[in-house]
């Protein structure tokens, strides 16, 4: 299967650092052009389901203006323009909840939007995370720190109590990774990432 | 925890049929007021994870722009203006595999950017499902049906296979529901959605 090509790109709109918008003209493989795909350039961001020492998932409870109501929520945040993944998820991890953790384990990096970008998610397990700091959040929104049992956690995601896409991808990623066992995690390792 | 109020909004860019984007102004419970809190609209979508009779999941092999390479990916497809999530889940199983499905059971409802919106992704399970048609896909892409075992699609989720944020959060929903039991559906349910 051959992937589409970019004939010619355009910005059509720059909004804030946040937010730009690119008309692609794309060539299909069977030679058809599609002169307006649109192209969400948004910034790449991290989540982070991490677990302390004493096995308590660290979510927030918040408001977010996409989302009626309050959701829960892990760790995360947006990636610094040449931010490496772990570095943002470390960084997030401190400054959020005042956290820093001992072992890390990717979970795999994602796509937010199949067709038109909209960044890319990198997700992390972190685990034996014990409080070193205040956290200095510099989120607009409101905010409470919960700590939860992984029964608490799996009944959270039975009701959807995380309503946003990448944070309930997050928390069953890492529930995941749990269960299978697969997260080795850097802290024994010596590959770099 | 109050929801932060939208003040006003305006359109600063009518793309094509998927996608607009609006400037809010955006007053914070503080009083604090952000005047350029941008707002992507798209189409909302379903993704179905969809098990035939013989318990084979029912997955596609393609390609899509914002990915390099080929991912596996479950049904899924944009609701047409005004239709209804469930209503949407069937045609596009139908459409994209000529498949029905005996059981349906949804598995939430997420807003796939917390922030600027970028839609609500539906997300269903769907068993018994058995071939009834010929597929009569509309997608650009190229894409090749594939039915895995569970076991394939475990192993497909834990390499990354699925490459694309809603896809694997839709595949990870329904092996929670398969594992926890929590799939009730409306199969047996005189409740309407």
């Not at 996409?66 to 991890?93: F, N």
């Not at 070193?132 to 049992?149: F, G, M, N, R, V």
Request: charged share 25%.
């Amino acid at each position: 299967m051959d992937q589409w090509k970019t004939i010619s790109k355009k910005v059509i709109l720059q909004g804030n650092r946040f937010l730009t918008v690119e008309n692609h003209t794309v060539e299909l493989p069977d030679g058809r052009i599609i002169p307006d795909w649109q192209w969400i350039i948004t910034p790449d961001f991290v989540n982070v389901v991490a677990i302390t020492e004493n096995e308590r998932f660290l979510c927030f409870r918040q408001t977010k203006y996409a989302v009626r109501g309050t959701s829960l929520a892990p760790v995360g945040g947006y990636m610094e323009p040449g931010e490496d993944p772990l570095q943002a998820a470390k960084r997030e991890l401190l400054e959020e909840t005042g956290y820093e953790a001992a072992a890390w384990t990717p979970l795999g990096s994602f796509s937010v939007d199949a067709n038109r970008g909209a960044g890319v998610g990198h997700f992390f397990l972190a685990r034996g995370a014990r409080r070193i700091a205040e956290p200095k959040s510099d989120d607009l929104e409101e905010q409470e720190l919960l700590l939860l049992s992984r029964k608490e956690l799996e009944d959270a995601v039975a009701k959807s109590d995380f309503k946003v896409l990448p944070w309930v991808a997050g928390i069953l990623l890492a529930l995941q990774s749990l269960s299978t066992g697969n997260n080795r995690s850097f802290e024994k390792s010596t590959r770099p990432i």
